[in-house]
Every structure is written in structure tokens, then in C-alpha cells.
């Protein structure tokens, strides 16, 4: 895989790789350097495309991985082990040991955490994808769901990712949403409804990636935003997963789309950033993509920093070592702030700086 490629020609051809030159670190962490109202976070490996890699469950066996967890970050989001399929595995069997295991380490360190996801089209248990249920039974599965996995972590969860990625880039609800298609869009206040009950100081979030710039999706989303609020409907937060690519260009509208839900008086958050390249033959990013990258990292946390109520910026993993881009796109990488060896990119640096500058 390009991850294992990338990180043995790291140990060959230091200089293109900053992993010692540009590292200058000086005690400094993100969350350190992080204004008081914002929380800065990261995904925490586990779950998902990791299940497939050459290497143990990260959160649990890597233990230079853990200490930089737990030092550089004031948020953990659990990439997969609070998704359906991985803790509610079959119809009436839970698997909570992964979320428990990330929020007890959340608790010791200090650390809030996101949950992610409870309403979304992806990464649902077969039991549920390929059931035969009436109405009634979908909703009240959805309800228990919400009830059980939301009480659970009751007081312990900053932020839900409630309703994830519901909308196409048209504007549409997606049809492949099982919840959706059978019970009708107005499903979403019911599931913001359940939440709520059963973790009334959790804050509620819409969750989206292709919300970066202007467009009909953010159109929807602030549509039913305005729709939730009227009804009265428990959502608080809208946030921009912010995956972005360096082929299509830097996010320089985000602040104004982070803009429209603060002026709604939601809160907003950056959930899932990272940013990707092709990569050259070799594997290796040149310096001048390093430092696009950087910038590209640095105009999203300048966006979050623009914005009154931007309380939570999180990257979607911290070093390429357990990245997610690699196996979706075997051409493209390099997508975080550290090397496999966990030292630093321009871009963790851009980030610690631009933090900085913001306290
Ligand atoms: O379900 C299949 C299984 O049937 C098959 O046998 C196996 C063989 O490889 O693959 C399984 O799918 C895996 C899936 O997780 C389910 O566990 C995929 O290969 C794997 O690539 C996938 O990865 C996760 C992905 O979400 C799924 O969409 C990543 O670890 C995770 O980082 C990623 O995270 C998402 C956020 O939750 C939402 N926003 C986008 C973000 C990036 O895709």
C-alpha cells in the first residue's frame, strides 16, 4: 500500500521527507497552543479500512501512536468504533468495548469527544441493510439505536455527528440512507428528538463533506437547518468534514459558508479535515506540495477562527501512517499533519502557528 511505500522511502530519503530537518518542535502541542473555546482534535484509528492493513488495531497497540493522542489533542472522534456496523453488530448484540476503551482514555486525558455517527447511509450492519421490516420496526430500531449507544455515553460526549453526509451534491436527500428512503426525511428532527433525550448537554451536529464552497448542498443543509429551528428541534451545530484535495483547489469560501449556520446562532465545526495529493513516482511529496498543503490546512482552521462559534477542529487522523486516503485513492496521499514516524509536516506546524496567533 502507498502508506508502507511512502514510509520506507522516508527512512531512505530523509531531506524530502521533513521528518528530521523541518522538525522544530519546542514543547509546543496543538492543544496547548489552541484558543480556550476551541477544542482540537483528531480522529482515533481503529475499525473500518484498518481492519485490512498489515498492522494491529492502532488506538489499542501502538503505544507512540497513544502518546501523541493523548499529547497533541483536546478532542478524540472515534473513526469507526461508534459506527453501527462496528457497535451494534447484530440486531440484539452491542459491541461497545472500542468506545468505551476511547472515551475512558478521553476522560483520563482530558479530552472531549465527538460521536460519530448515528444516522448515515454507510457502514450499516448487514442485519440492517438486508432486514425485512415494517415501517414501525425501522423506526423504533433507529430509536432503540439512538437511545441505547446516545445513553450510554450520557454527560461524556461534547458533540454528536447526528445526521451524516444525508444530503447528494444536488441538494436530495440520499436515497441510500435506509432511514431516510423508507421513513421520509422527516426521520432527521426525530433523530436530533431521540438524541437530545437521551443526552440532553450533548450538542447536536449535521455532518457533511462537499460543504466547503457555495453550492446546493449547502443550500439544503441550510434549508433544513432554518426548518429544524423553526420546528423547535433540538440541532446545535452544523460542521464541514472538510476532506479536501489539492487537484481541486484551496477552501477559500469556507469561512463565508461557516458564516451562514453562525448566523443561524448554531455553533460550527471542522470534523474530518485532511488534505490529499497524487503523489509523485517514488511516493514522496515534493516540497512545494508540502507547503500548499500547509496552506490548504491553514485556510480551514482560518475559517474556524473566523467564525464566533467554531468550537471544534478536528483532522481526520493525524499521522499517514493509519490514513484512510491511501485505500480509497491508491494514487493519492500524504494527507495528514506527521509522517508515519509521527514527526511533524509543514503543515502541523501551520496549524500550531496559525493557533498561535489566535490566543
Ligand atoms: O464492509 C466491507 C466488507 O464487506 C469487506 O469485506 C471489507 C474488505 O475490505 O471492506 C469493508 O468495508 C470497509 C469499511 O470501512 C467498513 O468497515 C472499507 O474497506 C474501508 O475502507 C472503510 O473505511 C472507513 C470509511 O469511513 C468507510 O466509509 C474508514 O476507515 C473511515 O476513515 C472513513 O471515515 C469516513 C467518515 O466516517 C465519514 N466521512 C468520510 C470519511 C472518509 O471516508
Redo the contacts with the bound molecule.
Keep these: 500500500m502507498a502508506v508502507l511505500a511512502t514510509s520506507a522511502l522516508l527512512a531512505i530519503v530523509g531531506p524530502a521527507a521533513p521528518a528530521s530537518a523541518g522538525d522544530r518542535h519546542d514543547g509546543k502541542t496543538l492543544r496547548s497552543a489552541a484558543p480556550r473555546d476551541l477544542r482540537i482534535g483528531t480522529?482515533v484509528a481503529g475499525?473500518?479500512?484498518?481492519?485490512?492493513q498489515p498492522y494491529p488495531d492502532p488506538f489499542f497497540h501502538d503505544k507512540p501512536y497513544r502518546k501523541v493522542l493523548a499529547r497533541e489533542f483536546s478532542s478524540v472522534s472515534p473513526?469507526?468504533q461508534m459506527?453501527w456496523?462496528?457497535i451494534h453488530p447484530e440486531r440484539h448484540r452491542y459491541n461497545f468495548g472500542a468506545a468505551d476503551a476511547i472515551v475512558r482514555f478521553a476522560r483520563q486525558n482530558g479530552q472531549a469527544v465527538r460521536g460519530?455517527?448515528l444516522l448515515?447511509h454507510?457502514?450499516n450492519p448487514a442485519w440492517l441493510n438486508e432486514g425485512t421490516f415494517t415501517k414501525a420496526e425501522l423506526r423504533s430500531i433507529l430509536k432503540s439505536h439512538i437511545y441505547t449507544v446516545v445513553g450510554r455515553y450520557r454527560g461524556q460526549i461534547h458533540q454528536w455527528d447526528v445526521a451524516?453526509?444525508i444530503f447528494n451534491e444536488n441538494g436530495e436527500y440520499r436515497q441510500e440512507n435506509i432511514f431516510i428512503r423508507e421513513l421520509g426525511p422527516g426521520i432527521v428532527a426525530d433523530a436530533f428528538r431521540w438524541a437530545h433525550q437521551a443526552d440532553p448537554k450533548a450538542q447536536l451536529f449535521l455532518n457533511d463533506?462537499g460543504v466547503d464552497w457555495p453550492g446546493a448542498k449547502v443550500d439544503a443543509y441550510e434549508a433544513l437547518a432554518k426548518e429544524l429551528l423553526a420546528a423547535r428541534v433540538p440541532l446545535h451545530g452544523f460542521a464541514s468534514?472538510a476532506?479536501l484535495s489539492m487537484r481541486y483547489g484551496a477552501p477559500d469560501q469556507l469561512a463565508s459558508v461557516l458564516q451562514r449556520f453562525d448566523d443561524l446562532g448554531l455553533y460550527t465545526a471542522i470534523t474530518?479535515l485532511d488534505v490529499r495529493m497524487d503523489l509523485p513516482e517514488g511516493g514522496v511529496p515534493t516540497a512545494e506540495q508540502l507547503q500548499t498543503q500547509a496552506r490548504y490546512y491553514r485556510t480551514v482552521l482560518d475559517a474556524c477562527l473566523a467564525v464566533d462559534d467554531c468550537n471544534s477542529f478536528t483532522i481526520?487522523?493525524f499521522t499517514d501512517k493509519y490514513s484512510?486516503v491511501p485505500?480509497?485513492f491508491p494514487s493519492e496521499g500524504a494527507a495528514t499533519v506527521m509522517w508515519d514516524d509521527f514527526s511533524r509536516k509543514p503543515a502541523y506546524y501551520a496549524l500550531l502557528e496559525g493557533l498561535r496567533q489566535a490566543r
Excluded: C, I, L
Excluded at 47 to 52: A, F, M, N, Y
Design positions: 480522529a475499525g473500518g479500512h484498518h481492519v485490512d473513526e469507526n459506527k456496523e462496528f460519530h455517527t448515515w454507510s457502514q451524516n453526509e463533506y468534514q476532506h474530518e481526520w487522523g484512510w485505500v480509497f
